[in-house]
């Protein structure tokens, strides 16, 4: 329904206007209705952007940005598939069982996570082969996710180590 049914259909229980058809009343609705209808367009688009599960141009794409980097590459359903895993693992749980997830949630496999509370320290050691790009990526991420408070070592299969 349009705008100009809608307020059409909002006044005439009033009984005060007269609605006919070429009638002033109707014709200023009309006049309303024309600049009122893509006003009404941009927020259902606004409001369908806003929402992963829905969003399908700038609302998936602005996402990514603000996590990494755009991804139009993919399809629809896999950059929300991917924004939605990322939502997921940035839950803040700085538990191993947390970093666990998170490292699963980034793609890696092979890797054994290690809790020292005495120490406030979480040990990383990464089997998985990654190139340079890879570890920076990974590391960023682990970075953001983790605590002030918290020493996370992180051990690369190669022998290359970093500390967040």
């Known amino acids: 329904m349009g705008s100009f049914d809608s307020m059409k259909s909002k006044l005439a229980p009033l009984g005060v206007y007269s609605l006919g058809e070429g009638g002033t009343v109707c014709c200023e609705l009309g006049a309303y209705a024309e600049g ?5 367009d941009e927020l259902d688009e606004m409001e369908r952007e806003s929402f992963i599960a829905t969003a399908e141009s700038y609302g998936l794409s602005e996402r990514e940005k603000f996590i990494d980097r755009e991804k139009p590459q993919l399809t629809t359903e896999r950059r929300r ?7 997921k693992s940035s839950s803040g749980d700085a538990s191993a069982a947390g970093f666990r ?3 699963s949630d980034c793609g890696l496999q092979n890797f054994r996570v290690d809790e020292l509370p005495a ?11 990654l190139n340079e790009g890879e570890k920076t990526l990974i590391g960023s991420k682990i970075a953001m996710a983790s ?3 918290l020493n996370v070592m992180v051990y ?9």
Not at 119 to 129: A, E, P
């Open 156 to 164: 690369y299969q190669d022998g290359d180590s970093d500390s967040y």
């Open 101 to 103: 997830q998170f490292l």
């Open 119 to 129: 120490l406030k320290r979480i040990v990383i050691n990464i089997n998985d082969v």
């Open 36 to 40: 009122l209808d893509p006003l009404f």
């Open 81 to 87: 598939e991917l924004l939605i895993t990322q939502e």
């Open 147 to 149: 605590p002030a408070h």
